[in-house]
């Protein structure tokens, strides 16, 4: 059941996806704004996540919302632990503000959705430009972030197993360090009924939690983007305490007189 349940959830998005695609590319020819091309992407993302809770029995709870920034103009960096596809549609379906992707330029192959990614004022990379690379991602960041858009990031880089802690790279914490914006780590534990890389998905409930607004100046990357790390990887524990192994008790070495 849980293999058709994916099957039919895998049909509806590669269906649904095409005529929100072709919407996005007609407002961009027609020289409509990105905000308003963002508001489509947005909804078909949101409706991806409803079919998910349609189909496939995945829903979510979402804690820690207060502690997002609410002035109109204030950026933000947003720092997700990064387990499966379903926190990419996730994020811009409960976030109150517009959000940017900074992501390969190798996704935007993809048809249909790489087309739409494309039309959105996002931020692609190419890796192999290395420094270069960076500081595109800096010049597009502090021009998104001056906006009021908040800028998004998977510090680990690439998805990883429930349970399991990816290497934090420190480049989403540079970017907050010479832009001035401060950062705002989030826990998400998709993997229960998301795999990474499995194709059916199970039904079940995916825990997010917004963490506290950490300001960035001042700061040095490296051990500012450990705090976030800190943050994370104990909030996943409480939040999905039977991925991870028990921490064995420290044995006191009473003995008796």
């Known amino acids: 059941m849980s293999l058709l349940r994916s099957v039919i959830h895998m049909l509806w998005m590669g269906i649904t996806v095409i005529p929100y695609t072709l919407l996005i590319l007609l407002v961009r020819v027609c020289g409509g704004s990105p905000a308003l091309r963002w508001a489509i992407a947005r909804a ?4 991806s996540v409803d079919s998910a809770g349609w189909f496939c029995g995945i829903k979510y709870r979402v804690q ?8 109109a103009e204030q950026g933000v960096v947003l720092l997700c632990k990064h387990q499966s596809t379903y926190e990419t549609f996730l994020m811009p379906a409960i976030m109150p503000r517009s959000l940017a992707y900074v992501f390969k330029k190798e996704l935007l192959n993809i048809p249909f959705f790489g087309w739409s990614i494309g039309s959105l004022d996002m931020i692609h990379i190419d890796r192999k430009q290395g420094s270069r690379a960076f500081h595109k991602m800096v010049e597009q960041g502090k021009r998104l972030l001056a906006q009021g858009i908040w800028v998004i990031m998977f510090p680990e880089g690439t ?7 990816g ?3 420190t480049g989403a914490t540079r970017l907050a360090i010479m832009t001035g914006a ?6 998400v534990t998709s993997a ?21 607004m ?12 450990q705090e976030v790390q800190d943050w994370i990887e104990a909030e996943m524990r409480r ?10 008790a420290i044995s006191t070495g009473s003995t008796q007189a």
């Open 64 to 71: 820690g919302m207060e502690n997002l920034p609410t002035g």
């Open 182 to 187: 401060p950062v705002v780590p989030i826990a």
């Open 192 to 212: 229960k009924c998301w795999p990474r890389k499995s194709f059916i998905k199970k039904p079940g409930v995916v825990d997010v939690s917004v963490g506290p």
């Open 167 to 169: 290497e934090y790279k």
């Open 214 to 225: 950490i300001q960035s100046a001042g700061r040095k990357h490296d051990e500012l983007m």
């Open 44 to 47: 078909w993302l949101t409706l």
């Open 159 to 165: 998805r990883v197993e429930r349970g399991q802690v």
């Open 239 to 248: 939040l999905d305490p039977e991925a991870y192994p028990a921490v064995p």
